[in-house]
């Protein structure tokens, strides 16, 4: 077991420290949000006042933050985490952030003589819950070996997608094609039941043919074609329309910092852009079917 | 078994017929193109010199040709094709056309007595020589009893879409889906590849994660990940550039029929114009890569 | 003066019809809507009970009609206009159709020695109203000459874009341009009045700067900048959004015969669809506006 | 006269800093490539041999660079510029850079008590070299009226945008409008010559309806169509897809961090980032056309 400081009690942060409690970690926690400390304090964790102070004695200090700019600040300057952190400890930022961010950590982290691994999860509020989030990593493979049983305890499945930075770029191409997929099924689905096809019945084709895909397979968005789906309680729940528009966010940075093309991606960023435009910003992505079929 | 006529022997058409012989049907055929008549009559079909001489006793005629506009004109008008069939015989049409072609070509064959089905199928040649197709099929229930033992000698799996033309819009939504899906892969791996992933373990990632899709599981379009897929062979066989923007283009036109709205389908259809307007065109459509992904 | 048959009454043909008679020709009408006959009638026009008896001794035939399936079903075929229209005739089709419809029609009128013209317009119903509509006229020379004084009594420009159809295609590429551009415009006000610019000022550093036209200069979309336009009047009158998805409709058939690549223009009419589909189609198409600027 | 300090001495700042010295300003200047800076001081400039060096006793600082991370580098921090320049100077940053960075400068500057502007310019080396340069000014009033008549030695046009950052948005809201217009009218080219139109007479007819933009009216991309531009000279000169590549990024930026919907500036981003990936980087930006027609 390790003495581990998470800083981050988000809605994701606040089930994976729990998880860690639960496997029996030494657990010290911080939030700038003062209640989520409390809870994480009444299932056993630390509280800690600062994060300087959560950090200290920690083997391990995971993160899980909202965007680039709180890791960096969090970490970097002056004042930044990584003078505070104890020598040998491991660093594990599991925020789904831009891949030169995580770079630009890891390398500081590195000038301290500290190990560093980007870990951004996929599985959602439900999958943190039930500590069966899938990691994926980049880093060096000795820093991995270290992490997977404080992973093991928050996780399913950790795949290693090469150096710095990789764990985030592998996770942004992923959830590109995600948002690709989900939308351009969307399209598919308004198409086939503008020409008079059942909802269900198109599915069931499509998911036996080369159309198949994740979306298809488990999270359906036209309502009454899957039962236990955001589709199937007015799109609740669910990764959020924002989210999905701040991954594409990413994607769409870092294809122009390598002067990549991605003229889907981009237009699924706008199509999700329209529908959070239109107030559906909290709704679960899939709702894009909304903006797609027509309605009048 | 029973006495078929089979119109249209092409690249899918031909090995189609054979599998009819093979199971025991009497079989004539007719093509415009002489050497694909003597070529199957060598295996065993009765040639006739023309469509109507085929179709004369059959109790079922099948035809596989290019586009709408050869159905139209086999089928319809005065000359057409309907009022040489045999009364009671049954129409399966397997070309993929527009939706509005199908239903128009099935209205006129019930108007002279006669069930239709739009039967378009998906598989390749590959599929079309082994047996192994899918066949989407519209148009009435009993009639599609009729014909699944002579479907079965060509296929293995057979979907009941809906009614008259629903074949050709599930094939439509669904190759529409894989032309989407197909062309995002292509993105995602060349935006994870410029920055610095692995193509392999990129695509094993994804296709353990929410990005899976048919293609990522058995049709990766990056050279060096599969082996037997056309990305292993310079993109040569498989399913062309040109088929797919064929199969887009009865996308669009059936969604300003319904005025529906399918961005990124009609997007995917501009890349793969692209693509062929820069000599592609007949590639297999996986080949996509190659435009999106920076060489210079 | 000539003797002149009018086919097709609607918001366009009918001060259309009026401006001719106002130049002294001697006038015959025909449409399906009775109403629309009979004011024509009252205002001079000799009212036709069918088509046949209204080109029945006329030197020239207008026709003005919604879209291409009226144009062929009007003239072509057993029963079609081009049987009963007098020899040495000229033919001129106002509407607004497919080039291939258009040359398909002018073949056979030619066939039966017929000249015609394809003369779609720009300019609205105000332009027809007054008498300054923009032809944009596809056919030979000389038949425009024979046209041109019946044309001047309805438009202030004449354009001769080519052959057959070429009226037709040049009318298409010019309103994809304006589809485009309109578009393209609303998301560079939109963005800029995020970014807290003024739309204005914005507005007036544009047009006289490498972004501007002709939306810039007389069509501003964005409500305030710009009086009597239709922005300020809650996008009433103008082009509907359901007129250009048409428009664009037919760039998107005409690039697929084509085989050409329209990205733009596609994406354009996708983002018209998802208007219209949220209910504005019968709104100015400058409203698309309203659905690119963020409200929430 | 004014005593000058002008940094940046690339393909626009020196063309840009001989004006000032024919107008009759004082002017030390500064760059990192020396050659630059020699030939400037054989043109009676005063050579710096640091950017402190050269604001010393400057009344204006004057800066022309590449990206936002060279003026962020510039200007801000420990060493930054803006702890060297005096006390009163007035500020401007004539490079084309994010809104946002235009801003952090900006309110560094009022920090310190010195008055600053952006002025990004349009015109090419062509309008720098003749001192016939638009500047698009973002910054308070009174700061304007001081940097008049010293952007008047450099520029014909000046227009207000608004406060610190506006000039930056209202560029790149023109760039953006330009880089869409660009490539439809390439697309309504190419379109219409693949049916058979005259790329002149098309562009004729649409320069003088409502598809007329800027390009159409000076910077036709269709080789053939005018003299004087880069389609006459192989797309050599003129403004780079590089560059408009940038300037669209920017654009991508700038809706990504106020959640705007850009759906045909981020294709047309994606276009132009195609086109380069193909080798025409360094192009005219108008040789979009050669992505677009179809060549085969």
Known sequence: MSRIAF???GNMGAPMALNLLKAGHTLGVFDLVKPAVEKAAQAGAKAAATAQACVAGAEIVISMLPASIHVETLYLGESGLLRAIEGGALVIDCSTIAPQSAKA???AAAARGLAMLDAPVSGGTAGAAAGTLTFIVGGDAPALERARPVLAAM???IFHAGGHGAGQTAKICN???LGIQMAGLAEALALGTANGLDAKVLSEIMSKSSGRNWALEVYNPYPGVME???AA???SGGFGVDLMLKDLGLAAESA???RSSIPLGELARNLY???SAGGAGSLDFSSILRLLKRTV
């Open 7 to 9: 800083i981050g009690l």
């Open 105 to 107: 950590v890891a390398q």
């Open 155 to 157: 996780g399913k499945n």
């Open 175 to 177: 959830n590109m094609m």
């Open 228 to 230: 236990n789906v955001p």
């Open 233 to 235: 309680r007015g799109y």
């Open 256 to 258: 122009m910092a390598t």
């Open 273 to 275: 852009a329209l529908h």
